[in-house]
């Protein structure tokens, strides 16, 4: 199974993945994989429904793909998934996926879940497209968004300074992407930050 990890994740770093737990509620999140040599790990706020699942369920569906367009719809919560029968947990059937187990080895918030994989669904031959910078900082974007309701005082203000620039490249750079943004850059504004 390791082999195949370096088809996905070819060098140590953070990759962007879709996430799916299904301890309490189905859902599938964006999940930022730290990758160390072999070793996988998930940083998860102890606030999340991510962190509950896992917590009653240690397996999880880890999707990859260069398709901004899920990202966004799984943070809206608008994604369309079915459910694996095998190992009951939430997928999207026409990308590829690895089952793994995740054991929380800290306890901090973030906590750190140790990722094992058990087994891996092939779905698709990624085709490479050209390399579009609004639709990749739309990710970024995504995991800024996130942490608006972690973040306090002048941590929380560089965080609406970094969204009002990334909102402004995906704007300049993938208007499709923007399209799909709309909703989130109204939730931001909603919680009372203004976006320039």
């Known amino acids: 199974m390791k082999k195949f990890l370096k088809m996905f994740f070819p060098h140590d770093g953070i990759y962007e993945v879709l996430v799916g737990t299904s301890g309490i509620k189905p859902i599938i999140k964006p999940l930022g994989i730290i990758v160390n040599g072999n070793e996988l790990n998930f940083r998860i706020y102890k606030n999340t429904l991510t962190f509950a699942n896992l917590e009653k369920n240690n397996r999880c569906s880890i999707h990859i793909t260069l398709d ?17 029968n095998e190992y009951n947990l939430p997928i999207l059937k026409n990308l ?32 490479p497209t050209a390399y579009n910078r609004g639709a990749f900082i739309s990710v970024d974007l995504l995991v800024n968004y996130t942490r608006l309701d972690i973040y306090k005082g002048s941590e929380l203000q560089r965080l609406i300074n970094i969204l009002s620039y990334e909102f402004s490249v995906v704007k300049r750079t993938s208007p499709y992407t923007a399209n ?6 109204n939730k931001v504004k909603s919680k009372g930050f203004k976006l320039d």
């Open 180 to 185: 799909l943004l709309e909703e989130v850059e």
């Open 68 to 84: 901004t367009s899920y990202f966004i719809l799984s943070i809206l919560e608008k994604i369309n998934f079915d459910i694996d």
């Open 96 to 127: 590829n996926i690895i089952y793994a187990e995740c054991t929380r080895i800290s306890n901090g918030d973030p906590s750190v879940f140790s990722v094992n994989p058990f087994d891996l669904e092939v779905n698709s031959i990624t085709v």
